[in-house]
């Protein structure tokens, strides 16, 4: 397999360098300080198709940061890699996110109607709710002026609106005084599961049990099932009442875990109460992490570019024309709003990269190939700030998705939520989030950059930022 990758050439002795450091458990090449995506969009700019990179003795990588390459990998139903993938594991089980086969094209279809259309309609005024919730919280900065921390408010916002849309569970997250449990165990468990990749020696299971990290690693994977498996109780009562009652009968549609506690296959066999947690978990954390990152990221970009800023909030006030809430019918009303968000979900994408394990060779547009086993790592921000696809890359530019400029480039020049079949399952969902969280925002507040706090992100399984994404609000009533 490595034999394969070296027909592609790759950054000067990046083979040595990463083995050598990985292998003495010092420091690795991606050190998490906020430099690792100028590390890689300087060897994309090197090679802007694909270069390999090798991880330890055994781990080989091709990563890809081009749409001509990603579009072969994505338009095939290769599994995700289990190398990466399997340190999720003890977290979110065998789920949708890292499932494969007739597991994984079962759970797909059986879920696909808790995101039609009829359910996520509803699921606006939630949204609206939940965010109304957060922006009355921060009336007490607006006040200050002082500069605060978005990420964790966002945070609670996601969380509070994935437990009333998907789970049919209203929560008390955004105002319950201290920090929340679950947000925090998220958090160290997507550090925990980066750093275990990023150090060789962790590899091992039992080396990995056996560490500090490791201890870790379980006490915040005890918290995440813990939460997950009340919301699951609740909702099983609920729907025994409901059942009792024929109310289940009467509902049109049901919601995410609906699905999954009624579900039958052909044989009257329900999902095992561990694949059940599984999907449970991995939509707990997919649908509040993700969007999390997105909302905070599009705030900041906002705040840096007040004159894109202030049109959408001129669209915004036009669309809501007085109302303090978002209805369903308002999201096609704000088209250079979406095109802001678009814009930041390409300069700062929540997930910053995915990977795929190949079943059978596979060969590129220009007749490389690699074979059978390898993995191949897609750069979602490469491919983002490619220089041979995206002119000026690292520019705030909304108009790049004008439909006439969108028709000039490749479906798989921007892809936030991936491609293909195994394309996000919740992107819609998403972006009516991200929509209503932008325009109840900015209908309320300017939002003003700090420059005492620039942002530097970092690439784990969510994008963040090391030092956090900072930001000081004004009423807009206020700004005369």
Known sequence: EQENLLKFTSPRNIHSWICAQQLLHTRTSFRQDGHDLEKIMKWSGQYPFAFPLWFGPSLSILNVHHPSYVKTILSTTEPKDDYAYKFFIPWLGDGLLVSAGQKW?????????????????????LVSDSTKVMLDKWEVYAKSEESFELFKHVSLMTLDSIMKCVFSCNSNCQTDSGTN?????????????????????????????????????????????????????????????????????????????????????????????????????????????????????????????????????????????????????????????TMCIKESLRLCPPVPGISRKLTKPLTFFDGRTVPEGCIIGISIYGIHMNTTVWENPYVFDPMRFLPENVSKRSPHAFVPFSAGPRNCIGQNFAMNEMKVAVALTLKKYRLIKDPQHIPKMIPQVVLRSLNGIHIKIKPVENDL
């Open 105 to 125: 094209f079962r759970h797909r279809r059986l879920l696909t109607p808790g995101f039609h259309y009829d359910v996520l309609k509803p699921y606006v005024k």
């Open 181 to 337: 449990p679950y947000i925090q165990a998220v958090y160290d468990l997507c550090h925990l599961v980066n750093v275990r990749f990023r150090v060789f020696p962790y590899h091992s299971k039992a080396i990995f049990h056996l560490s500090p990290h490791g201890y870790k690693f379980r006490k915040a994977t005890r918290i995440a099932h813990s939460h997950t498996a009340e919301v699951i109780r609740k909702r099983k009562e609920v729907l025994k009442i409901e059942k009792e009652q024929g109310i289940v009968k009467n509902k049109r549609y049901m919601d995410f875990l609906d699905i999954l506690l009624s579900a039958r296959d052909e044989h009257q066999q329900g999902l095992s109460d561990e694949d059940i947690r599984a999907e449970v978990d991995t939509f707990m954390f997919e649908g509040h992490d993700t969007t999390a990152s997105g909302i905070s990221w599009i705030f900041y970009n906002l705040a840096c570019n007040p004159e894109h800023q202030e049109k959408c909030r001129e669209e915004i006030l036009q669309a809501l024309d007085g109302k303090d809430t978002v209805d369903w019918e308002d999201l096609n009303k704000i088209p250079y709003t």
